[in-house]
């Protein structure tokens, strides 16, 4: 189990539907991790609230914008915005999905 847990979701055109997936991470106890744990803590909610042009020049300080057909500030805004039915479901959810207890969805 992760220490913190970001979920997003994007259209996969092919599919015909969205698909979700969840950005897990560590920062406690992990080599060559620059965060402190307070940091750590604050990283979705500074990830997901962070305004787009500062997101931009976050993103074009590590890959030239011409290079990135899809990712900007405000496609990270638009993935990272669930809807309200998925919050609600996700607060409820407390189930682990391991090996010996899988999840399956037809």
Avoid: Q
Wanted: aromatic share 10%; charged share 25%.
């Amino acid at each position: 189990v992760f220490e913190h847990v970001i979920p997003f979701v994007a259209e996969i055109p092919s599919f015909g539907c969205p698909w979700a997936w969840n950005l897990a991470f560590d920062a406690t106890g992990v080599e060559g991790s620059t965060l402190s744990a307070a940091e750590a803590a604050n990283a979705a909610t500074s990830f997901k609230e962070m305004a787009e042009e500062k997101m931009n020049e976050r993103l074009n300080s590590r890959v030239p914008e011409e290079k990135l057909k899809f990712m900007d500030g405000s496609a990270i805004r638009g993935i990272m915005g669930l809807g309200k039915p998925i919050r609600k479901s996700l607060a409820l959810e407390n189930r682990v999905i391991t090996v010996d207890n899988p999840v399956f969805m037809y």
